[in-house]
T-cell receptor, first 109, second 118 residues
């Protein structure tokens, strides 16, 4: 089962630009998490935001959560070529994490 | 942080054979483990949830007789793909959770196992 959608499905930008990805979900949640996955590799946990939080920062990452709209966004500032990867949101509600469809980010130098 | 390992990291097998994938929590006891499947260029799809000492709960559309899950101890869960066929070729990822529920639902993910069925 999948919780929702990421938008856009694919994003291509130049190094130094900011990248914004959005995630929508359908049911009530305890938290929302963002993961990165390089091609053919495992998941890397980026950041977790609780349902009672609205914004969270970690380094070049900024995550927002709007529970009234059931949506979240991930902003990567000053992107680097090494940020090239697929990014997934995942919602937690006390059971298994449910993943969105993901956004594929390509950062060219 | 908590570490979850998977073995093997990749496996190639002939059609009709069975393949077992192990998922271990190395430094914590996992009351719950989850199995996901990921096809190329797609997202992770939850296959099943297993609690130590009880039967796994499978998601809709996942054949329980084909994907056998055993969570025999608090540190080990196994997924056996029985009578594998080429359409079972995929990236299988497990995750483990130390406590049940909670606002952070922390799941620790293994590195994944790439299965190729010829």
């Amino acid at each position: 089962s999948q919780q929702g959608e990421e938008d856009p499905q694919a994003l291509s930008i130049q190094e130094g630009e900011n990248a914004t990805m959005n995630c929508s979900y359908k049911t009530s949640i305890n938290n929302l998490q963002w993961y990165r996955q390089n091609s053919g590799r495992g998941l890397v946990h980026l950041i977790l935001i609780r349902s009672n939080e609205r914004e969270k920062h970690s380094g070049r990452l900024r995550v927002t959560l709007d529970t009234s709209k059931k949506s979240s966004s991930l902003l990567i500032t000053a992107s680097r070529a090494a940020d090239t990867a697929s990014y997934f949101c995942a919602t937690g509600s006390g059971r298994a994490l449910i993943f969105g469809k993901g956004t594929t980010l390509s950062v060219s130098s | 942080g908590a570490v979850v390992s998977q073995h093997p990291s990749w496996v190639i097998c002939k059609s009709g054979t069975s393949v077992k994938i192990e998922c271990r929590s190395l430094d914590f006891q996992a009351t719950t483990m989850f199995w996901y499947r990921q096809f190329p260029k797609q997202s992770l799809m939850l296959m099943a949830t297993s609690n130590e000492g009880s039967k796994a709960t499978y998601e809709q559309g996942v054949e329980k007789d084909k994907f056998l899950i055993n969570h025999a101890s608090l540190t080990l869960s196994t997924l056996t793909v029985t009578s594998a066929h080429p359409e079972d070729s995929s990236f299988y990822i497990c995750s483990a959770r130390e406590h049940s529920g909670g606002i952070t639902d922390t799941q620790y993910f293994g590195p994944g196992t790439r299965l190729t069925v010829l």
